[in-house]
């Protein structure tokens, strides 16, 4: 597949690093020579450095033949010109935009990205995105990373693992027999910062981070079995009212379940925004880290703090404020992943990296065939991957233990007509079947091969 990707950011430099090293011909186009040039040493891609939305930039970079074009410049609009650009001239097949202003994302205007008029066929919202990943953070307080698959049916959750743990030092094999109704598989651990797919004579210990995959219904007794607390978070702070904290106050107004929430926002002019544009939460505006401001906002009472000011540094501190001040669990906001080893020693409970959230959700949307979800372990060292097995995909009708799947696989989930079940070495997997499974970056490839849902087979 040739694709060219505009913008050699995080997110753009993250995309180009899965695709090139999946046999992709990557293409990266930026303005600044200097991350073009990141780009080609620390990649197998080629760059041009100019601007993506001029017509012979896209031209020398091979738009004529590209099966697809990835517009994640920091300007909207100049990534809505990329995408009219390379299709009115060049018929590019696909082409995906990353959005942040809001309001080209109110549904009312949904026919502006139509063929005829401006043909984008995938829009990314990074807010969105972060608001959906604040959302699933504070269901499941005691998890420091969270992702839904098979249509909200299983959860993929990350844990870190205490000396409390009542499972400490058990063979994953035997853990399986003592809790063998619970529809549950370790997927993933992290243990000395080295992530690898767990085998079954494996044994936990603490300070493990455990990525577990776990069918809905069973997502409240296996963080009991793992020593995790399933509280709801009913009081919300958020410290930071800009686009990001805007978003994810007007996500939790609609949720079902009541959650009061209140913002800190420094800027007064953006505090005042927030607070127009939000019926039930009250919007306070001086700084976050101020100790009298958060007593106003009853921080000692809130059961959760989002830290979602542009600034990670701030987050942390933030965080940490928080939490001294008696607020039982924060999350921050973290664009620089090379932090986020700073976390557990700072007492902050869960992140969310707005970069890896995009990158997921454009990741998703890449996959073609029958795959309908991605979402990026650390920092692009893994995949969770839900996917429809093809009739003619090389695993359908075979048992899990005759599959040849590469040392870093592993089945996490298994849904047969709509029922999600816990795959066994026995068990066969047929057509039309869903799988969720976790592998790591160096085999996706032949992940993708065995399930036949590459460009090329469609």
Same mark, same amino acid.
């Given at each position: 597949?040739?694709?060219?990707?505009?913008?050699?950011?995080?997110?753009?430099?993250?995309?180009?690093?899965?695709? *090139?090293?999946?046999?992709?011909?990557?293409?990266?186009?930026? *303005?600044?020579?200097?991350?073009?040039?990141?780009?080609?040493?620390?990649?197998?891609? +080629?760059?041009?450095?100019?601007?993506? @939305?001029?017509?012979?930039?896209?031209?020398?970079?091979?738009?004529?033949?590209?099966?697809?074009?990835?517009?994640?410049?920091?300007?909207?609009?100049?990534?809505?010109?990329?995408? %009219?650009?390379?299709?009115?001239?060049?018929?590019?097949?696909?082409?995906?935009?990353?959005?942040?202003?809001? @309001?080209?994302?109110?549904?009312?205007?949904?026919?502006?990205?139509?063929?005829?008029?401006?043909?984008?066929?995938?829009?990314?919202?990074?807010?969105?995105?972060?608001?959906?990943?604040?959302?699933?953070?504070? *269901?499941?307080?005691?998890?420091?990373?969270?992702?839904?698959?098979?249509? #909200?049916?299983?959860?993929?959750?990350?844990?870190?693992?205490?000396?409390?743990?009542?499972?400490?030092?058990?063979?994953?094999?035997? &853990?399986?027999?003592?809790?063998?109704?619970?529809?549950?598989?370790?997927?993933?651990?992290?243990?000395?910062?080295?992530?690898?797919?767990?085998?079954?004579?494996? +044994?936990?210990?603490?300070? =493990?981070?455990?990525? &577990?995959?776990?069918?809905?219904?069973?997502?409240?007794?296996?963080?009991?079995?793992?020593?995790?607390?399933?509280?709801? %978070?009913?009081?919300?702070?958020?410290?930071?009212? #800009?686009?990001?904290?805007?978003?994810?106050?007007?996500?939790?107004?609609?949720?079902?379940? !009541?959650?009061?929430?209140?913002?800190?926002?420094?800027?007064?002019?953006?505090?005042?925004?927030?607070?127009?544009?939000?019926? !039930?939460?009250?919007?306070?505006?001086?700084?976050?880290?101020?100790?009298?401001?958060?007593?106003?906002?009853?921080?000692?009472?809130?059961?959760?703090?989002?830290?979602?000011?542009?600034?990670?540094?701030?987050?942390?501190?933030?965080?940490?404020?928080?939490? *001294?001040?008696?607020?039982?669990?924060?999350?921050?906001?973290?664009?620089?992943?090379? &932090?986020?080893?700073?976390?557990?020693?700072?007492?902050? =409970?869960?992140?969310?990296?707005? !970069?890896?959230?995009?990158?997921?959700?454009?990741?998703?949307?890449?996959?073609?065939?029958?795959?309908?979800?991605?979402?990026?372990?650390?920092?692009?060292?893994?995949?969770?991957?839900?996917?429809?097995?093809?009739?003619? @995909?090389?695993?359908?009708?075979?048992?899990?233990?005759?599959?040849?799947?590469?040392?870093?696989?592993?089945?996490?989930?298994?849904?047969?007509?709509?029922?999600?079940?816990?795959?066994?070495?026995?068990?066969?997997?047929?057509?039309?079947?869903?799988?969720?499974?976790?592998?790591?970056?160096?085999?996706?490839?032949?992940?993708?091969? &065995?399930?036949?849902?590459?460009?090329?087979?469609?």
């Amino acid at each position: 597949m040739k694709v060219i990707i505009c913008g050699a950011g995080q997110v753009g430099w993250q995309i180009a690093r899965h695709l *090139s090293g999946e046999a992709n011909d990557v293409t990266v186009i930026d *303005s600044n020579p200097d991350l073009v040039r990141r780009a080609m040493d620390t990649l197998d891609v +080629q760059g041009f450095a100019g601007f993506a @939305s001029y017509p012979d930039i896209l031209d020398k970079a091979g738009a004529r033949d590209a099966d697809m074009v990835i517009a994640a410049t920091h300007s909207d609009e100049v990534n809505m010109v990329i995408c %009219q650009v390379a299709h009115s001239i060049f018929s590019v097949p696909r082409k995906i935009a990353r959005l942040r202003s809001q @309001s080209y994302l109110t549904a009312i205007y949904s026919d502006l990205y139509r063929r005829d008029h401006l043909p984008i066929d995938v829009v990314i919202s990074p807010e969105r995105e972060v608001a959906e990943a604040a959302l699933r953070r504070l *269901s499941a307080p005691s998890a420091f990373d969270i992702e839904t698959f098979m249509g #909200g049916k299983a959860q993929v959750l990350g844990i870190r693992l205490e000396a409390d743990c009542p499972v400490i030092n058990t063979p994953l094999r035997q &853990l399986s027999d003592l809790f063998s109704t619970l529809k549950v598989i370790v997927i993933g651990v992290r243990r000395k910062g080295r992530l690898f797919a767990p085998d079954a004579g494996d +044994q936990l210990f603490v300070g =493990d981070e455990c990525y &577990l995959c776990i069918a809905r219904e069973d997502v409240p007794r296996t963080l009991e079995v793992f020593g995790k607390s399933s509280a709801k %978070q009913e009081r919300v702070v958020l410290i930071g009212g #800009g686009n990001v904290g805007l978003t994810v106050a007007q996500a939790l107004e609609k949720h079902e379940t !009541r959650i009061r929430a209140k913002v800190i926002e420094r800027n007064r002019t953006t505090a005042e925004h927030a607070a127009d544009a939000l019926e !039930r939460t009250i919007v306070l505006n001086g700084d976050g880290l101020d100790v009298a401001l958060l007593a106003e906002a009853n921080i000692e009472r809130a059961d959760a703090v989002l830290c979602v000011t542009d600034d990670d540094k701030t987050n942390l501190l933030a965080a940490v404020r928080a939490k *001294s001040e008696g607020c039982k669990m924060a999350i921050a906001l973290i664009n620089d992943p090379t &932090l986020i080893p700073l976390m557990a020693p700072m007492g902050i =409970d869960a992140y969310i990296n707005p !970069r890896a959230t995009t990158v997921s959700s454009i990741l998703r949307h890449i996959r073609h065939g029958r795959v309908k979800g991605v979402y990026s372990i650390g920092d692009a060292e893994a995949e969770i991957i839900e996917a429809e097995v093809l009739s003619t @995909s090389p695993i359908s009708g075979q048992a899990i233990r005759d599959i040849p799947f590469p040392e870093g696989v592993l089945i996490g989930a298994l849904m047969k007509n709509g029922e999600v079940i816990k795959p066994y070495g026995g068990t066969r997997v047929e057509e039309g079947d869903v799988i969720v499974l976790f592998a790591m970056a160096a085999d996706v490839p032949e992940v993708e091969r &065995l399930l036949q849902v590459t460009i090329d087979f469609f």
